[in-house]
Structures are given as C-alpha cells and as structure tokens.
C-alpha cells in the first residue's frame, strides 16, 4: 500500500506510548461507586486547569454536550448557538430528540456570535406569552469547527456573558479544542473558560487520548451531569483505564498543538496558491483548513475521492468545501507530499474542465 496522509480529523490521533504505559500501571475501580482513583484524579485535573469547581468523565463530545443539554434545559426550551456549531449541525439531531428542546441558530462572524445578535434571539420576559418556549441557555463553540477552526477571543465571550448574566441565562462553552485556542493565543485556557457557566471538553482530539471527553462546571452541576448520564448509560465503572491516558494529554500533550498549527498554516498557505482553490487565510488560525475547490470545476465529493485514491484523506464540508486537519499523526514531510498531490489533482481538474466553464 502506498503512502497514506490522513487529514480527516485530528480524532485519527493513536496514543502515545506514555499513554499506553500509564495505562498499564494506573489504579482502578469502580466509578459507579465514584471509586476508581484514576478517574478521580483526571477529573481533578481537568477542574483545576479549567479553574471550575468539578468536572466529570464522559465517553464522547458528542455525550457530553448532550448530557449538559440535558442538565442545563427541559423539554420546550429554545438554546442559543451559532448556526455552523457542531451541537447544531452535527449533534442537532441527537439533542432534538432526546432532550426535545429546539436550537435557535444565529449567524456568526468567524464562528463568533454577535452579542447585540444574543440580546435580540433572547425572548423577553414581558412579552412572553404561552406558546412561546423560554429562552433557556447560550452556546458557543471554541475553536469553532465548521468556522475553520477559528478562534474565539475571551473578550469576545465576556460580552456576550454579560448579555446572558442581564438575562439570568447560563453560558456553554462547547470547548472541544479549548486547549487549541488557549495555544493559539498563548494564554492560560481559563482566560476563555472564566467567562462561562459550564463546557466540554475533547481528551481524543488534538491531545491524542484514545477516547473520553470532560463536563466541567460546578459542583452542583456536575452533581446534576452524573444524573443525566445515568439516563444514556452511566458510568463507565473500570474508566481508569480510560483516564489514565486523558492525564498524560492534559498534563503532556497540549503545548505540542503549536505544532499542528503550524503544519496548518503551512498546508493553507500553499493551499492557497493553487490556481481554483480558495481559501480565506482569516480563518486558519488552528488546526483546520477548509477551502473552496468550485473554481477548478467540480465539487467537493469528487475531489475528496480523487485525492483519496492517492492517499489524501479528508472530508467535504457541505457541496463545494474540503476539510482538512493537522494533528499528531501528520508530520512536516506529510504535508509536504499531500500537497505534491493535492497540486497534481488540482491541475487534472483543471484540464478536464468542461470547456463550457472556462
Ligand atoms: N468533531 C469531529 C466530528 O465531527 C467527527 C471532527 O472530526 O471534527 N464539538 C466539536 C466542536 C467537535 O468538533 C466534535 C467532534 C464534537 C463536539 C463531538 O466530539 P466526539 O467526536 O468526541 O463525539
């Protein structure tokens, strides 16, 4: 087999062998009974680096913003977010029917809501009448996938918390790759985290566990999460086994996404160049490039598929955009040869153009 590039999602990151061995001689137990001491102390871990009082071990993002949907709303109640954030787009369908309450989408600017756009969606009270839900809660996403990765600053959250603090609303931070922001602008990650009520966050993403994600809040919220996770499953009971590579990607593995960034960066800016791709530099500012490939005269799935005979591997972002992103498992030289390729692609594209559209 040739070789393989795979830009798909940083998710694709294997664990790194300090992983597999802190795994061989963590302790374990039962978390049911909240007794596995490997679970305690990632929990620990990631309350104190997100500077909130508790957090609790999930399996998945996706478990994890819907268990916080769950604590956070009831049945009926409308939620803010932006209109390309995953809990929308990817999660939507989940969250509708489970919790049964509607997503209220809002068009950003680079992933980031508008907070005199907040103000407006929230229903006032005045005028609230009975068959009109009450607005119950306020997302964001940091970094903000289907954005490009973008970032969003922790000036940008304080407005829009002081919206939601006016209005006696709780703020949610789908933080999935909090960590990635907090590097990209070299602050501490509770610059961003200090202005919202609760969030999520991914330890299988650019930090490279094999699997688990974390809801952080307070006490009494995440008391009320270990509820809403019993409901679509429960705990994990020996999750040690789980936890103990989430610690080495908290403590081990978060200044290293500079490197992805930078491969991001690279891969963009070449990316750019190419005759029919386009691509908005604005937007690369982590570890996701998405670009739009209708100016070499075809659409997304037929390039992805082209450049997946060669080895590239990525993924269409709705008819026209591809997705790409760096991660622990693409070096330098990777991005090197996917390029080499994906210029090649680009050009037989370009000559197969239908003549009508040149
Ligand atoms: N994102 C994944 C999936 O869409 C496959 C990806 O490849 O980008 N919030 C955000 C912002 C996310 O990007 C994701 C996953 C999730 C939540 C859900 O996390 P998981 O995949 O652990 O359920």
């Not at 609230?128 to 973008?150: F, K, S, Y």
């Not at 000036?155 to 933080?175: P, S």
């Not at 994600?213 to 995440?222: K, N």
């Amino acid at each position: 087999m040739g070789r393989i590039v795979d830009l798909r999602s940083d998710t694709c990151t294997l664990p790194t062998e300090e992983m597999l061995e802190a795994t061989r001689y963590a302790e374990f137990g039962n978390d049911a009974f909240g007794e596995d001491p490997t679970v305690n102390r990632l929990q620990e871990l990631a309350a104190e680096k997100l500077g909130m009082e508790s957090s609790l071990l999930v399996a998945s993002g996706t478990m994890g913003n819907l268990i916080s949907m769950m604590t956070l709303v009831k049945g009926g109640d409308e939620v803010i977010v932006e209109e390309k954030a995953h809990l929308y787009y990817n999660e939507g369908r989940g969250i509708s029917s489970l919790v049964r309450i509607f997503l209220r989408p809002i068009r950003g600017h680079l992933g980031a809501l508008d907070p005199r756009d907040v103000q407006n969606a929230i229903r006032p009270i005045v005028q609230r009448a009975h068959d009109q839900p009450r607005t119950a809660l306020v997302c964001i996403e940091n970094t903000h996938n289907n954005a490009g990765g973008t970032v969003i600053r922790p000036e940008q959250i304080k407005e829009i918390q002081e919206v939601t603090h006016a209005h006696n609303i709780k703020l949610y931070l789908d933080g999935a790759r909090i960590f990635n922001a907090a590097v990209a602008l070299g602050v501490d990650v509770r610059e961003f985290t200090r202005y919202v009520d609760c969030m999520m966050f991914c330890l299988s993403k650019g930090l490279s566990a094999p699997v688990g994600s974390l809801v952080v809040g307070s006490e009494d919220f995440i008391e009320k999460a270990k509820w809403a996770r019993q409901e679509v499953g429960g705990a994990m009971r020996q999750a040690g086994i789980i936890a103990a590579s989430g610690i080495v990607a908290i403590e081990k593995m978060v200044d290293r996404l500079k490197d992805d960034h930078r491969n991001a960066r690279v891969l963009a800016g070449r990316l750019a160049e190419i005759e029919g791709i386009s691509l908005d530099m604005e937007t690369v500012q982590t570890n996701i490039v998405i670009f739009d490939v209708s100016g070499l005269g075809t659409d997304s799935n037929q390039f992805v598929f082209a450049l997946n005979e060669r080895g590239v591997k990525s993924k269409t972002r709705g008819k026209t955009a591809v997705r790409m992103l760096t991660h622990r498992g693409v070096e330098e030289e990777d991005i090197d040869y996917a390029l080499t390729v994906i210029e090649d692609v680009a050009r037989k594209f370009r000559k197969h153009r239908p003549f009508y559209e040149s």
